[in-house]
């Protein structure tokens, strides 16, 4: 399998640099997954394809503002920084621009001395580990200093930062949106509850190993970078109990996709608890938990064009995507939706 094998043409002008006014507004393409049929709707009209029973699964993680830009305190060279996971306390891993300018030892000062860090070292990627020193409540001066970490193939400056958080976004720690959730609304989730459809939360704090491009022309031999999950008992007998009813376990979101595919015992029952993981589901994957899928449209021969493949079949995907590009669907972080079942 070849990572070419997942590539398609996407004109530039339908990456969606915007998010729409009204959440549920975007368009929906429904893909069946048995059969490769697609219907294309809004994604208010996603309750005509529910039952009562089914069960969602969001990811309640919340983005922090994680793009940080400061000074060098020897040279004054501008610095940005991306902050990626919390190893502990204040110490953190993070992305630099420019690298080569912050070997260890490196003091970076950022609001004026507000906030300032360290490079203790460099790992994996190139990737620096970073203390930081300030005082007062680190989240505080984050909001205060920080900017939303969006996607570099979103070039416009964003308006309200709420829009690139869902509405039932909770724990701290993604340093990117799970995307799929950016298309409800409040009332569309009660009008989801109230036909009987139940809702449950996991929590998967999405890093940028999500975008990373894959390198190597053997899917295989791709590695995933690890990310931090937690599924509660209440939450993980909620989705046990569906699966055990015959009901659908649908899953919003390729983040929550991972988290439930990684808590998964081998005879497909879900196991509260929390770790990292690095899972990686690409065509052959065999699917323990999700019957469903709600998701946006990736990027050509990335991870998550791959996942979506792995559920509904790579033909039946390059199918789908051909039909959005003729439909002119938006596509990535602030497009258009899909739901594959």
Known sequence: ??????????????????PLDD?????????DRVTGEVEHRHFREILDYLQPGDCLVINDTKVIPARLYG????????IEILLLKRKENDIWETLVKPGKKCKPGTVISFGEGLLTGEVLEV????????QFHYEGIFEEILDQLGEMPLPPYITHKLKDKNRYQTVYAKHEGSAAAPTAGLHFTEKLLQQVEEMGVKIAHVTLHVGLGTFRPVKVEDVTEHHMHSEFYVVEEEQANLINETKASGHRVISVGTTSCRTLESAASEDGVLKAGSGWTDIFIYPGFEFKIIDGLITNFHLPESTLLMLVSALAGKEHIMRAYEEAVKERYRFFSFGDAMFIA
Request: hydrophobic fraction near 35%.
């Open 1 to 18: 399998m070849k990572t070419s094998d997942f590539y398609y043409d996407l004109p530039q002008e339908l990456i969606a640099q915007d």
């Open 23 to 31: 959440r549920s507004s975007s368009r929906l393409l429904h893909l």
């Open 71 to 78: 000074r060098k305190l020897d040279t004054d060279a501008a």
């Open 123 to 130: 790992v994996e990627d190139g990737n620096r580990l970073i």
